[in-house]
């Protein structure tokens, strides 16, 4: 897998949105109210350089430091700067020096546009690959964010790597990318179309379940997924077999998560606070928390709403002293074969 293929596609064969051969690199669903809301005041030439595959706008992140790994014309990142508001920042990292052009020319527009005395925003040219090596802040950094960009490198490992030591105790990557429902065949790897189209570079599910835990990101949890479609029949026909999702993932860096849902009797209950989400509380696709009602979780789910940005939203029933064996109705880690198409059901369980 080349760098220079991602240049080259991103920045030279593909003039906007229209040019794409699938819908990897396309969102579907309809954002939420304030995305719209933000997405409105995105300058339109920004938007028409969009390659995302999904919306990666993590819940609760005013005043928040956000990093964006491949902010491309840098659509996600003027949309999350309205998020985060005028004392948060987003730091958009790409490797594209045509993108990053049209993102740095519009830098005034958008802080004039949301009324800032200052710009919240500033792009770094770099490979992601070589996060460690951009002189970014180690433990600086409240949620790292990705939008169909991490499948480009070769190295996702390190990736993942450096994205856990640039978050602060309690930080989140969360980020959407496409997954395969099986291990690409290496002769592909190489193919410029299928590379720049997310799928070449798509990881196997559980290998990416794998390098996250060993990268520090102990429980990885899944947030929304969806099948692609390839309706280019030649490059159908080169990866006949294998089916394509596109999936949203959360990875929280806490130190002390366990491998396994484990019991401890707790409980959380939400208390409605969190913006555009005040009846239900979405932490992934197993955990839809409704506002009031007593919620039983595993002490992993504790941790990720206790010891992180969410825990002002919560009351916490219960502790750690005693021990219940494996969390009940525990299932299969993500099975992108057969994506949930509704919600989970709210009330009470947790995996």
């Known amino acids: 897998m080349n760098i220079e293929n991602s240049r080259d596609y991103y920045g030279k064969v593909l003039t906007g949105s229209s040019d794409l051969k699938t819908d990897a690199c396309c969102t579907i669903e309809a954002p939420p109210p304030a995305v719209i809301d933000a997405l409105a005041n995105v300058h339109e030439e920004v938007r028409a350089r969009y390659f995302g595959c999904g919306f990666v706008a993590p819940q609760a992140i005013e005043g928040c430091h956000v990093l964006d790994l491949g902010s491309g014309s840098g659509q996600d990142a003027y949309v999350l700067a309205q998020l985060v508001g005028e004392t ?28 800032y005395a200052k710009s919240n925003v500033s792009f770094v040219e770099g490979d992601i690959e070589k996060l460690g090596e951009l002189g970014l802040p180690e433990g600086h950094f409240d949620v790292i964010v990705s939008n169909c960009v991490i499948n480009l490198v070769a190295d996702k490992q390190a990736v993942f790597e450096a994205a856990c030591k640039l978050l602060k105790p309690g930080g989140e990557l969360y980020f959407s990318d496409v997954y395969a429902d099986r291990r690409v065949p290496a002769h592909l790897l190489d193919d410029p179309v299928l ?154 369980g947790c995996c």
């Not at 010891?307 to 969390?327: K, L, M, Q, V």
Request: charged content about 25%; some cysteine.
């Open 88 to 115: 948060g920042s987003v730091t958009g990292v790409d490797t594209t020096p045509e993108q990053l052009e049209v993102a740095n020319r519009h830098l005034d527009w958008h802080r004039e546009r949301f009324g």
């Open 195 to 348: 590379h720049g189209e997310c799928l070449a570079g798509a990881l196997y599910w559980f290998d990416f379940v794998d390098q996250a835990r060993r990268a520090g990101f102990r429980d990885p949890r899944l947030v929304t997924s969806r099948p692609l479609g390839i309706d280019d029949a030649e490059i159908a026909a080169k990866l006949d077999g294998i089916a394509f999702h596109s999936a949203t993932a959360r990875l929280f860096k806490l130190a002390d998560l366990e491998p396994l849902c484990e019991d401890y009797g707790q409980a959380v209950r939400y208390r409605g606070t969190v913006p555009g989400e005040e009846r239900v509380f979405a932490l992934d696709d197993h955990h839809h928390i409704e506002q009031g009602r007593m919620f039983a979780v595993c002490g992993n789910t504790w941790k990720m709403l206790a010891d992180t940005r969410f825990a002002d939203h919560f009351d916490f029933f219960g502790d750690f002293s005693t021990h219940y064996g494996i969390f009940p109705d525990c299932g299969t880690l993500f099975p992108l074969q057969s994506p949930a198409s509704e919600p989970a059901p709210v009330g009470g």
